[in-house]
């Protein structure tokens, strides 16, 4: 009997090395490895996205930065040369002139290399009833006693002295002059001061300028000035040389 079914050797691929013979009667099927999985395209194309995102944000900042700088620029070209009027009106207010000299006559009691000494002769006058002033100039110190406006006066007053016993001679003692920068205010008020301090001088007193000194315009370089004039001493010969002092320190 004749079987319809057949055999036959076949050989059968399942995508290893390995090769099997066997006997089959059915069709012959070919196996191969799976493919990998496709790559999903949205990852690239999000990650493009975001990168064109921040590359455009710093690119625009950077623009907007720059323009910026270009107009502040700009504005600070426009705002110069109203500043540089404005700096000119103010050095227009401010005037250059000569600082008139001071003068008068003291009583000269002594002359000292060391300030030590002169403060010493100093006391020395002050206990016996005859206060004096140092002025420190050119590395010496003079020991003043009182100033008056004429030379007469002067000498009466040195005459009075020595026949106390004080040993005093009369010196002719003045300011420096020199040219001094102010304002138009201040240049004025320091222009009235020269006749302010002949009246105070002729008076022996203080009252002209402590009523001068009212009127101050405001202005650094006068402080130390206002300062002596608005604190007077009980002498007023050592108070006149203070004041004149602080006028020749200007």
């Known amino acids: 009997m004749t079987n319809n079914k057949y055999t036959d050797d076949r050989i059968i691929e399942d995508g290893s090395a390995v090769k099997k013979e066997v006997k089959s009667d059915i069709t012959p099927v070919h196996y191969r490895p799976k493919s990998a999985k496709k790559k999903s395209w949205l990852a690239p194309v999000v990650v493009t996205i975001l990168s064109a995102g921040v590359i455009g944000t710093v690119l625009g900042m950077f623009i907007i930065h720059l323009f910026t700088g270009i107009e502040n620029e700009q504005s600070e070209e ?68 009182g100033i008056y406006q004429t030379e007469d006066l002067a000498k009466q007053r040195a005459i009075e002295l020595q026949g106390e016993g004080f040993d005093v001679f009369v010196k002719q003692w003045q300011t420096t002059e020199k040219e001094l920068e102010l304002h138009e205010e201040a240049s004025e008020w320091i222009e009235q001061f020269g006749q302010v301090w002949e009246e105070a001088l002729t008076a022996q007193e ?17 402080e130390n000035l206002v300062e002596v004039i608005e604190a007077p001493t009980e ?3 050592v108070y006149l040389l203070q004041v004149m002092q ?3 320190n200007l």
């Open 78 to 145: 426009e705002v110069s040369p109203s500043a540089a009027v404005t700096a000119q009106e103010t050095d227009s207010q401010v005037h250059s002139g000569q600082l008139a000299a001071l003068a008068g006559y003291v009583l000269q009691a002594g002359l000292f290399e060391e300030q030590a000494n002169a403060e010493e002769w100093r006391d020395t006058f002050t206990s016996a009833g005859e206060p004096a002033f140092i002025w420190e100039r050119d590395e010496q110190y003079f020991l003043l006693i």
């Open 206 to 222: 203080n009252t002209p300028l402590l009523n001068h000194s009212e009127h101050t315009p405001q202005g650094e370089r006068l």
């Open 235 to 237: 002498d007023v010969g």
């Open 246 to 248: 602080a006028y020749d």
